[in-house]
């Protein structure tokens, strides 16, 4: 499954294989979405093919949905599962505090609505992904495409007010084409440098007209498995 992996790989794989140990029989996981996510996926296929592990997986994203498939993991929605046991998911930034920025690989929304209706989320991540404060990857805000750009002024003008560097909002592209999310709506990457305050930030975007969800997930995350070029791996 994985052959000669760069470092960076392979603290990706290293992380996602840990994390796959949490995965018991019977377990509703939600599947996350991303190349550390992808892992996990694969990982969880092979249990599944060679070890008779049975679970039902719910995906946060086509892309997901489809390599869960592809690996024999039985997919259901989320209303068929209503409540699951675990999540595993990556992460583009996380803190001492287990807060995270998600949202790098466009799924955010249904990342945020699948972790938050789990028992317990852990996140897979290489070491680089640690940092002292959030925000020097791009904050991604999933907004609706109609109105865009006054959403992105009204993003753009809040911000002004909020304990952040930098206040620019840029919107996501696809080639030429603004990125479309699975839900249908487009990407406001915030390159904001540091975020003093998470919590009232990820409040205030929510209650932009115009804005569908953040990328801060904040007292989601409850156990972080980091994976190292070399193969160590550390649980907090
Ligand atoms: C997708 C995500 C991903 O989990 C995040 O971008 C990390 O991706 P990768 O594992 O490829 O580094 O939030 O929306």
Redesign the pocket.
């Known amino acids: 499954m994985t052959g000669e992996l760069s470092p960076i790989d392979k603290a990706?794989f290293v992380a996602a294989k840990r994390a796959s140990d949490f995965v018991e029989d019977g377990m509703r996981v939600g599947l996350?979405?991303?190349?550390?996510?992808a892992w996990l996926v694969r990982c969880l296929g092979e249990r599944v093919r060679d070890n008779g592990l049975k679970i039902r997986g719910v995906p946060t994203s086509t892309r997901t949905a489809e390599l869960a498939r592809e690996v024999g993991i039985e997919v259901i929605s989320l209303d068929e599962a209503r409540w699951l046991d675990l999540t595993i998911?990556?992460?583009?930034e996380f803190d001492a505090d287990l807060a995270l920025i998600?949202?790098?690989?466009?799924?955010?929304l249904q990342?945020k609505i699948v972790a938050t209706a789990s028992d317990q989320m852990i996140v897979i991540a290489d070491a680089a992904k640690e940092v002292e404060h959030l925000g020097a990857f791009p904050l991604p805000i999933e907004v609706i495409p109609f109105g865009w750009q006054t959403t992105q002024a009204l993003v753009e003008e809040t911000l002004v007010s909020m304990d952040v560097m930098g206040r620019q909002a840029t919107l996501r592209m696809n080639g030429e084409a603004p990125f479309v999310t699975d839900e249908g709506n487009h990407i406001l990457d915030l390159h904001l440098g540091r975020i003093g305050n998470a919590r009232q930030l990820a409040m205030v975007m929510n209650q932009i007209p115009g804005v569908v969800e953040n990328?801060l997930f904040i007292d989601i995350c409850d156990k972080v498995v980091i994976g190292f070029g070399d193969g160590r791996v550390e649980t907090r």
């Not at 996350?32 to 996510?37: H, L, N, P, R, Y």
């Open positions: 990706k996350g979405t991303g190349s550390t996510a998911d990556g992460a583009d998600k949202g790098g690989g466009g799924a955010l990342e990328g």
